[in-house]
């Protein structure tokens, strides 16, 4: 199965804690990306530490507030990977106009 998690970043937090132990445990039976919507930070711990068979990306955004174009973005992303299953952690309403779109 082809897995995906969004989330805004993997900086410290419960949440981000939670996607990565997710993250670390689906990739040992399925395929897993992990994508970032900011760009993340070489020093976020918790991003170093996904393993090393989880695909990790970033849609690029540097700064907050809503912008239309990171919704494309999203969007692309998921469209293209022909993911199975897509799971969208923090920031709920904002990024799932993408999801919706498809």
């Not at 469209?79 to 799932?96: L, N, T």
Request: hydrophobic share 40%; aromatic share 12%; charged share 20%.
């Amino acid at each position: 199965m082809k897995i995906l998690h969004i989330h805004p970043s993997l900086n410290t937090g419960g949440i981000e804690a939670m996607i990565n132990a997710l993250a670390n445990e689906m990739v040992k039976t399925d395929e897993v990306e992990v994508c970032s919507i900011f760009t993340p930070d070489p020093a976020q711990h918790l991003w170093q530490s996904l393993d090393q068979r989880i695909t990790k990306t970033t849609i690029g955004k540097r700064s907050p507030g809503f912008s239309v174009s990171e919704i494309w973005k999203i969007y692309r992303h998921i469209y293209r990977g022909k993911y199975d299953v897509v799971q969208i952690h923090g920031f709920f309403v904002y990024y799932i106009l993408a999801i919706f779109l498809l």
